[in-house]
């Protein structure tokens, strides 16, 4: 026990220590944030939320100092022979570094704690037997290539592995209020008439759910689905009917976006 504690506090071990100590911090506070803690009031949800902020800020140093490592390489790469380079095309070598490390498209808070978990297991691992094998050198040479050597090899491996999560952080933007026009919604509630109904919308993610009304009588019910008119900002619904009233050819068109938006502006205004 005695060893494991002496190689926790030991350089460089010491420093990927102090960092994964503030990843494990932050990450918890995480939890704590999902499991529902912060609904709790009195002086302990102030404590909480200020332990919470405390330990997020200093993640975001810390997650700010190792991406500046990791950034640092490709503005020194371009920015010698060339100082009158925009800052444009500074951020642009360091997003493609980044990007060619596998960090692209994936959250900092998560490349970070992978990074340092990773270089704190390597230092960890790899200290005593390096100095071992190289107790001819000078002990602090000895750590500070140890300590650099496992961050390039935690950040490399680290890049590989989140690349397969790449897809779980793409963000799918909602579509617009105008591009719902001419599409098919589904009816959940039990009814919709000229006051209230709701509805859902596919939009390949999350899904989005409606406020709608139809000023026409009509037999709409949960399940069923509607064409979307418009929207009405006034009352803040979208203006539907079922799709049982189109022609043939106009259910045909649905399926291409500008022509249902011409099918709904067609059927709004009858």
């Known amino acids: 026990m005695t060893t494991f504690l002496d190689a926790l506090v030991a350089f460089p071990t010491a420093i990927f220590t102090a960092f994964l100590g503030v990843v494990l911090a932050y990450w918890l506070c995480v939890i704590i944030g999902a499991a529902g803690i912060d609904m709790l009031d009195g002086d302990a949800h102030i404590d909480l939320e ?27 790469v371009s920015g010698h022979g060339h100082g009158g380079h925009s800052h444009a095309h500074d951020a642009e070598a360091a997003t493609g570094l980044l990007a060619a490390l596998g960090f692209g498209g994936i959250p900092i808070t998560v490349s970070v704690s992978l990074v340092v978990f990773l270089s704190w297991s390597l230092s960890l691992l790899t200290g005593q037997m390096a100095h071992g094998a190289l107790s001819m050198l000078p002990s602090w ?12 090899v935690g950040t490399g491996v680290a890049g590989l592995a989140v690349r397969p999560l790449r897809p779980i952080f793409i963000a799918k933007k909602a579509p617009g209020r105008e591009a719902l026009m001419g599409r098919v919604c589904s009816i959940s509630s039990g009814s919709v008439n000229a006051r209230d109904g709701h509805a859902t919308f596919n939009d390949g993610a999350a899904g989005l759910i409606l406020n709608v009304v139809c000023d026409k009588p009509n037999q709409l019910k949960r399940g069923e ?46």
């Open 225 to 270: 689905p509607a064409l979307i008119l418009g929207y009405d900002a006034e009352r803040g619904v979208y203006e539907v009917e079922p799709v049982d009233w189109l022609l043939p050819q106009e259910m045909e068109q649905l399926r291409d976006p500008l022509k249902a938006a011409a099918v709904a502006r067609a059927r709004s205004q009858r």
């Open 50 to 76: 200020g332990g919470a902020k405390a330990v997020s800020g200093a993640f975001e140093g810390g997650a700010k100092a190792t991406s500046g490592l990791l950034e640092g390489g490709a503005k020194a």
């Open 141 to 152: 040479l000895i750590s500070t290539g140890l300590g650099l050597g496992c961050f390039a």
